[in-house]
């Protein structure tokens, strides 16, 4: 199993993707996997994002505790810039 970290990575990563192409089936699946993964497996609450500056913070509850991860613009938005380099390859 992956850790909290790297599930919160993937869902950012693909909610950027869903978030920019709705009409992107595939995207809007993958994101409802990990969204679900993140409540389900992990029992996260809470999850919300803020975009600031160069950086993206994710807050969340588990356990009742509140915490909070952040993560590079560059390394979220890496995959999405990469589909809108090469779109055809993304269709």
């Not at 790297?6 to 809007?28: F, G, H, M, S």
């Not at 497996?41 to 950086?55: C, I, P, R």
Request: proline content about 3%; glycine content about 2%.
């Amino acid at each position: 199993m992956s850790s909290v970290q790297d599930a919160l990575y993937n869902w950012l990563t693909i909610k950027i993707v869903a978030e920019a192409r709705p009409y992107d089936e595939a995207a809007q699946e993958t994101y409802m996997f990990f969204h679900n993964m993140l409540l389900e497996d992990y029992q996260l609450k809470h999850v919300t994002v803020e975009k600031k500056e160069d950086m993206y913070f994710v807050t969340y509850e588990k356990e009742g505790e509140k915490k909070s991860t952040r993560f590079p613009l560059e390394l979220i938005d890496c995959f999405l810039d990469q589909m809108n380099r090469e779109p055809e390859k993304y269709k």
